[in-house]
């Protein structure tokens, strides 16, 4: 089993910065594309970053592309989720998650079958 375990959220003024951490432990992690999701209350789980497991491209949603940098270190096991320019609509729980697949659907969260148990991010506008 791949254990996930995020941290890093917080409140957040609008227009104020978080970086979110998530320790991966358990399998190999560089064998792993990782990718971080959102939900809000009442809403689905929203796909907002993913990088790839051998070559770290980045894939983002559009909503947060020029604002949110994802990248990975591979020798400390860790994945992180860099937030710039948080905006009220940013409030949710964020969840790292891994998937061995390389290609295909990244965006979609049921790709993915290891969980972190998720970061509150609360942005006050």
């Known amino acids: 089993q791949l254990q996930l375990v995020e941290s890093g959220g917080g409140l957040v003024q609008a227009g104020g910065s978080l970086r979110l951490s998530c320790a991966a432990s358990?399998?190999?992690?560089?064998?792993?594309?990782m990718g971080w999701f959102r939900q809000a209350p009442g809403k689905e789980r929203e796909f907002q970053a993913a990088?790839?497991?051998?070559?770290?491209?980045?894939y983002y949603a559009d909503s947060v592309k020029g604002r949110f940098t994802v990248s990975r270190d591979n020798v400390k096991n860790m994945v992180y989720l860099q937030m710039n320019s948080l905006k009220a609509e940013d409030t949710a729980v964020y969840y790292c998650?891994?998937?061995?697949?390389?290609?295909?659907?990244?965006?979609?969260?049921?790709?993915?079958?290891?969980w972190g148990q998720g970061t509150q991010v609360t942005v006050s506008s």
């Open positions: 358990g399998r190999t992690f560089s064998d792993y594309t």
């Open positions: 998650a891994a998937t061995p697949l390389y290609s295909g659907s990244l965006y979609n969260w049921r790709e993915y079958g290891y």
């Open positions: 990088i790839k497991r051998s070559d770290s491209y980045t």
